[in-house]
Nanobody, 120 residues
Framework: QVQLVESGGGLVQAGGSLRLSCTAS????????MAWFRQAPGKERELVAR???????YYADSVKGRFTISRDSAKNQVYLQMNSLKPEDTAVYSC??????????????WGQGTQVTISS
């Protein structure tokens, strides 16, 4: 079992920045795909960014150039640096991990989420 705990959410003004952190425990996730999802009220959950073991990243079009995902395998952590935040970025952000051999499209473990609110 893997437990994921997010931190770093909060309330900031549009144009500001936040850095989210997600710490995994229970098992090393150094070989896992790690990702950040978000869900705004009334909307479906969407993949924001993911990072592979080799550091290959993917970003949703809506966050490209503003968000950066990174990981520290030694610390069992994944981060999401969010810059130039917009009110439409307001959502609950959750981290998730997918274990190898990555045969499924679903993620195996999820955190509880952290609220990010951007004021205009």
């Amino acid at each position: 079992q893997v437990q994921l705990v997010e931190s770093g959410g909060g309330l900031v003004q549009a144009g500001g920045s936040l850095r989210l952190s997600c710490t995994a425990s229970g098992r090393t996730v150094s070989t896992y795909i790690m990702a950040w999802f978000r869900q705004a009220p009334g909307k479906e959950r969407e993949l924001v960014a993911r990072i592979s073991l080799g550091g290959i990243t993917y970003y949703a079009d809506s966050v490209k150039g503003r968000f950066t995902i990174s990981r520290d395998s030694a610390k069992n952590q994944v981060y999401l640096q969010m810059n130039s935040l917009k009110p439409e970025d307001t959502a609950v952000y959750s981290c998730a991990v997918k274990s190898p051999p990555f045969l499924s499209t679903s993620y195996d473990y999820w955190g509880q989420g952290t609220q990010v609110t951007i004021s205009s």
